[in-house]
């Protein structure tokens, strides 16, 4: 069985993070560690809520679907992403959709859309 690397692990909650707060996981999040990742009980993940910037956190199986994270320790604080701005004419809904999920991943902070003479 491979060790579990946490560092490896990083996952999103919309919750506030304190040292020693306990968090209930969604079923979508338990599922997502118990099953997809195999998480095992007592292992560390790394948490991030983009305001607070990144902790680690310790994983507490509770029943057969239940999850609980113990927030322990901020490991990096929360760093402000670049500030871009991408100006684009509006296209296909498909290919619109696309655009915003790229642009986003490049880290784009706003998308602003302009009404030029090719807009479909």
């Given at each position: ?95 619109l959709d696309y655009l915003v999920q790229k642009a986003t991943e490049l880290g784009v902070r ?11």
């Amino acid at each position: 069985m491979a060790v579990h690397d946490p560092t490896s692990q990083r996952l999103f909650l919309n919750a506030n993070f304190a040292a020693d707060k306990a968090i209930a996981c969604s079923p979508d999040q338990a599922h997502y560690l118990r099953s997809v990742l195999r998480v095992p009980d007592g292992a560390s993940v790394l948490v991030f809520n983009g305001r607070e910037g990144e902790w680690r956190a310790h994983v507490r199986h509770e029943g057969k679907r239940g999850l609980v994270l113990q927030i322990g320790a901020q490991m990096r604080a929360q760093v402000a992403g670049p500030d871009l701005d991408y100006v684009f004419a509006p296209l296909k809904r498909s290919r619109l959709d696309y655009l915003v999920q790229k642009a986003t991943e490049l880290g784009v902070r706003r998308l602003v859309p302009v009404i030029t003479r090719r807009t479909i």
